[in-house]
T-cell receptor, first 113, second 112 residues
Framework: SQTIHQWPATLVQPVGSPLSLECTVEGTSNPNLYWYRQAAGRGLQLLFYSVGIGQISSEVPQNLSASRPQDRQFILSSKKLLLSDSGFYLC????????????FGPGTRLTVL | AQKVTQAQTEISVVEKEDVTLDCVYETRDTTYYLFWYKQPPSGELVFLIRRNSFDEQNEISGRYSWNFQKSTSSFNFTITASQVVDSAVYFCALTQGGKLIFGQGTELSVKP
């Protein structure tokens, strides 16, 4: 069966510091991978998605970036965090194609002070 | 443009009551899929159901049932005999080119 991991679970970082969040998927190959952010107030905002190694699509211009160095690894990064980067970050995967359900990881709660 | 509207921001019920969560969507696609997810207090989104635009049959899974009506562009979710463990935020979502468009969610509180 497939599992998705995210770490760290929680993170408190000062403004201006770098960020690296990692997501890995097990039990499948060639997944589509997604990064979402959920700010207070519940809405889910798609940040990045990837259909293959090195293929990243950005949905919202911001100071975050994503990389996919391996088939089942997805990394979210920032060189300098802003206060507005605080939130709950969720990674998800789906099978390739347009209509498949996405399965979410446990999330990382990021607080920028 | 694709859009999902969950007009009910918060719903509070007493245990054993039935509750319906509304979802209205907008799309110009003829082929699309609709989804429901549950987000308990722990935060992880849990997939509940996927429905394609060509299948309007209602679906029942235990205490959960879904009513899909293309004529009204709605995909409503009913929990029968609600339980405290049903307390969560529920999201409806619509496919758009391999991505999901989520509604703003409905927070359901089931009180004992």
């Amino acid at each position: 069966s497939q599992t998705i991991h995210q770490w760290p679970a929680t993170l408190v970082q000062p403004v201006g510091s770098p960020l690296s969040l990692e997501c890995t998927v097990e039990g499948t190959s060639n997944p589509n991978l997604y990064w979402y952010r959920q700010a207070a107030g519940r809405g889910l905002q798609l940040l990045f998605y990837s259909v293959g190694i090195g293929q990243i699509s950005s949905e919202v211009p911001q100071n975050l970036s994503a990389s996919r160095p391996q088939d089942r690894q997805f990394i979210l990064s920032s060189k300098k965090l802003l206060l507005s980067d605080s939130g709950f970050y969720l990674c998800a995967w789906s099978k390739g194609g347009q209509y498949n359900e996405q399965f979410f990881g446990p999330g990382t709660r990021l607080t920028v002070l | 443009a694709q859009k999902v509207t969950q007009a009910q921001t918060e719903i509070s019920v007493v245990e054993k009551e039935d509750v319906t969560l509304d979802c209205v969507y907008e799309t110009r696609d003829t082929t699309y899929y609709l989804f429901w997810y549950k987000q308990p207090p722990s935060g992880e989104l849990v997939f509940l159901i996927r429905r394609n635009s060509f299948d309007e049959q209602n679906e029942i899974s235990g205490r959960y049932s879904w009513n899909f009506q293309k004529s009204t562009s709605s995909f409503n979710f009913t929990i029968t005999a609600s339980q405290v463990v049903d307390s969560a935020v529920y999201f409806c979502a619509l496919t758009q080119g391999g991505k999901l468009i989520f509604g703003q969610g409905t927070e359901l509180s089931v009180k004992p």
